[in-house]
Nanobody, 124 residues
Framework: QVQLVESGGGLVQAGGSLRLSCAAS????????MGWFRQAPGKEREFVAFIRMSGGTTYYTDSVKGRFTISRDNAKNTMYLQMNSLKPEDTAVYYC?????????????????WGQGTQVTVSS
């Protein structure tokens, strides 16, 4: 079993940047495919980005393509989400998640472990 802890959220103006981190403990992060999700108030949790175990393949939801970058450092047991050109509609609680699936996973039910979330607020 792996435990995940997100950090790096905060309040930023539109157009600004934040880098989220997801630190893993309990098991090595390299055993899992990883993803970022977000949930805005009153909305369902939605997929943001995915990365394979080696980090060689990434996948993004259309609304963040070209602005967000997912990466991982397996040696540090940490995954990241670099968020640039932030918009007010990016405001949400951001969650990292680990999947034991062998394919690209963009739905919440494909992930086995979740962090507690970190709040990102983008002001206009």
């Amino acid at each position: 079993q792996v435990q995940l802890v997100e950090s790096g959220g905060g309040l930023v103006q539109a157009g600004g940047s934040l880098r989220l981190s997801c630190a893993a403990s309990g098991r090595t992060l390299s055993s899992y495919r990883m993803g970022w999700f977000r949930q805005a108030p009153g909305k369902e949790r939605e997929f943001v980005a995915f990365i394979r175990m080696s980090g060689g393949t990434t996948y993004y939801t259309d609304s963040v393509k070209g602005r967000f970058t997912i990466s991982r450092d397996n040696a540090k047991n940490t995954m990241y989400l670099q968020m640039n050109s932030l918009k007010p509609e990016d405001t949400a609680v951001y969650y990292c998640a680990a999947s034991k699936e062998t394919i690209v996973v963009v739905t919440t039910d494909g992930y086995d472990y979740w962090g507690q979330g970190t709040q990102v607020t983008v002001s206009s």
